[in-house]
């Protein structure tokens, strides 16, 4: 298998040293799930970095879905590169047999690289890593592990509840290091676009632990606007998902998911972001000023 390194050797052999950009641009890069909350950002930074982008979403130029895997070797068929974020979410049932079959076709289609989002502390999402890992064998494999998005307050399942002043939650008071989804769109652009992550795992968090009781506080501080947050069990979350529209299996397994990643064992901080970038993550604090518009501290 030809690896992106020999490429560009090749590449300035033959026409001189040349700017990595301008390499890039020859690279065409598959983003899955490119309307979701890390794709998009994903796409943007690609593009910005003169790659050309292959975004795959149910409604977009390129069509993917994956729910119909019949969308998935039209989209990797002449891609170098692709970004998997699968969905709904990794550790979910099927996620696996998902993998297994996505990394078959990215082999065959002659893709390259591949950098997968999977979750923090999900042993299930564990076994889809290896899943894909030994279905594209012989293509370089970046692992990206995170858990709970800061953007998740602001554009994401907590959105609603923090519009109207009451965060709903089954968390307790437990701490999590939220980490940005602009911090980890950078490393995930990083990983597809500069060589020696093959093989690697990148768990990435923000900079501390942060409550729920602590974000609601920093959104109001912010905002002007008074947020509680409400912590409820599993089962009255579940609950509160089925009057949302989810099925009572898939609020069952989500309500579960969310206790079992918000059960204490995520609290611990990486040094992911700043290993692959050389910088610090940004803080909860500096994201929720942008987000609502207030003052940082």
Avoid: C
């Amino acid at each position: 298998m030809t690896t992106n390194t020999q490429n560009i050797q090749d590449a300035q052999d033959a026409q001189g040293m040349q700017d990595p950009q301008d390499l890039l641009s020859t690279r065409t890069i598959l983003v899955t799930s490119a309307s979701g909350k890390t794709g998009r950002r994903v796409a943007e930074r690609l593009g910005a970095r003169g790659a050309t982008v292959r975004a795959g979403s149910r409604t977009g130029e390129t069509p993917f879905d994956w729910e119909d895997p019949a969308t998935w070797a039209p989209a990797l068929r002449g891609a170098d590169a692709a970004y998997v974020a699968y969905y709904p979410d990794l550790a979910a049932p099927g996620g696996a047999e998902a993998m297994r079959t996505f990394g078959r076709l990215a082999a065959e289609s002659g893709v390259r690289r591949l950098t997968l989002l999977s979750g923090r502390g999900e042993p299930e999402a564990v076994v889809a890593e290896e899943a894909l890992r030994t279905a594209a064998a012989g293509v370089e494999l970046t692992v990206v592990r995170a858990s709970f998005f800061a953007q998740n307050f602001s554009e994401g399942l907590l959105a609603d509840g923090v519009a109207e002043g009451v965060l709903v939650f089954p968390a307790g008071d437990t701490a999590e290091p939220f980490v940005d989804v602009d911090d980890l769109a950078d490393v995930v652009v990083e990983t597809l676009t500069v060589d020696g992550h093959a093989g690697r795992v990148h768990e990435v968090t923000g900079p501390r632990p942060v409550g729920f009781a602590e974000v609601a506080a920093e959104i109001s501080r912010v905002s002007g606007r008074p947020v509680v947050y409400r912590a409820v069990s599993e089962a009255d979350y579940a609950e509160l998902l089925t009057g949302f529209g989810l099925s009572a299996p898939e609020a069952g397994w989500l309500a579960a998911l969310f206790a079992t990643l918000l059960d204490g064992h995520n609290a611990s901080v990486t040094d992911g972001v700043k290993r692959v970038l050389g910088r610090e993550p940004r803080s909860f604090a500096a994201f929720a000023a942008e987000a609502w518009g207030g003052p940082a501290r």
